[in-house]
Each structure stands twice: as structure tokens, then as C-alpha cells.
């Protein structure tokens, strides 16, 4: 993991410089946070061209490792109403999605990738002001290790058992901020309750 956290701060050292990508490592995976400013326009889940280059550089760090990678969209707050995106949770999917189509023209295997769009419901920051708003506007990836490699993501099986139905990791967003504990954890894998 540390090699592979090596490699993905390599290929975007100059926006992790400018602060526009943030790369967290955790015991078993990989945290990267990359700004909605850099990826998108406002209001569009059509990749920028700086963004086209980003995504294509992971893609040669991520392409022939087996870690299952999350790609999480997320808003900020303010509504969207398009015939197209119908809310921010239509926009922040279709946000995740565009990476991960992306990253599988590139060589990474599409098997082991799942996109997540959570809309304004996970904020980082609070979205009363203009820089709150603009931090919760990102794409996270979570590149778990290998050891994850085929779990599904509701339960403790390989992908291909027989699994008896399982309570999803996933519960109704919240508005409330991670706990510690839940810091600790893959995001996507963070239970969220009322």
C-alpha cells in the first residue's frame, strides 16, 4: 500500500502541491481526495481536459493492481435541477462514474471498481460559506488492499458465494460529521445512521 501511496503521490505531486489533491493513508487503504474544481465544471460531470490528463496518469499507477477501488462523488449543498441531473445525488453518481470510465479505458480492470454518489450528504465542511461549499465539492478514491480484493461490499463473502442477505454497509446519509472511529474506515464502507 505504501508503494502504491508513493506512486499516486508521484503522478499528481503538482496538485497535491497547490492543495487541490489530498492523498490519506490509512492502515488498510488508500485515501485520495481530488477538488470538484479540477475534475468538472459547475453543474456538469463531463471531465475538464486537465482532468482528462489527471485520471489518465492514475490509471497507469492503478492499472494492473488487483485492490478494489471506490470512487465516491459528493456536492456541495446548493439544488440542481436539470433534466439530466434531477438532484446532486444524480450529478455526483454520474460525477463518479465519469472517473471510473476513465480510469477502465486506461487499463484499470472495470471488476474491481465501484462508483458511489453521495450527493450533498456527506460534507466535509460546512456549506454556509463559498470555501465550505468548494471543499465539499470533491471525487474521493479508496484503494482498499489486496487482503479486500472480491469482498462484497455488504457482506463478509467472496464475490460469487452464497450469501445469505446481509444489512448494507451503506445506511441513509446523514448530515453529521464522521466520527473518529468511522475515520478509520474505508468511506465507502462507513455505516451511516439517523
Request: no cysteine; aromatic share 4%.
Amino acid at each position: 500500500m505504501s508503494e502504491i501511496s508513493d506512486d499516486l503521490a508521484t503522478a499528481v505531486a503538482d496538485l497535491v502541491m497547490k492543495d487541490q489533491v489530498v492523498i490519506r493513508k490509512h492502515e488498510d487503504w488508500i485515501e485520495m481526495e481530488i477538488k470538484n474544481d479540477v475534475l468538472f465544471p459547475s453543474g456538469s460531470a463531463t471531465l475538464t481536459r486537465q482532468a482528462n490528463e489527471i485520471v489518465r496518469e492514475l490509471g497507469g499507477v492503478l492499472a494492473g493492481l488487483d485492490n478494489p477501488i471506490y470512487v465516491e462523488g459528493h456536492t456541495d449543498n446548493v439544488p440542481i435541477s436539470q433534466q439530466v441531473f434531477p438532484s446532486n445525488w444524480e450529478l455526483s453518481a454520474a460525477r463518479a462514474s465519469a472517473v471510473i470510465r476513465l480510469l477502465a479505458s486506461g487499463g484499470v480492470a472495470p471488476n474491481q471498481m465501484t462508483a458511489l454518489g453521495f450527493g450533498e450528504y456527506r460534507p466535509t465542511q460546512s456549506n454556509d460559506t463559498a470555501e465550505g461549499r468548494s471543499s465539499n465539492r470533491r471525487v474521493m478514491l479508496a484503494i482498499l488492499s489486496r487482503e479486500r480484493a472480491g469482498q462484497s461490499l455488504y457482506s463478509n463473502v467472496r464475490d460469487g458465494g452464497n450469501a445469505s442477505p446481509a444489512t448494507p454497509a451503506t445506511a441513509a446519509p446523514t448530515n453529521s460529521a464522521p466520527s473518529r472511529l468511522e475515520l478509520n474506515r474505508p468511506p465507502a464502507m462507513i455505516p451511516r445512521g439517523p
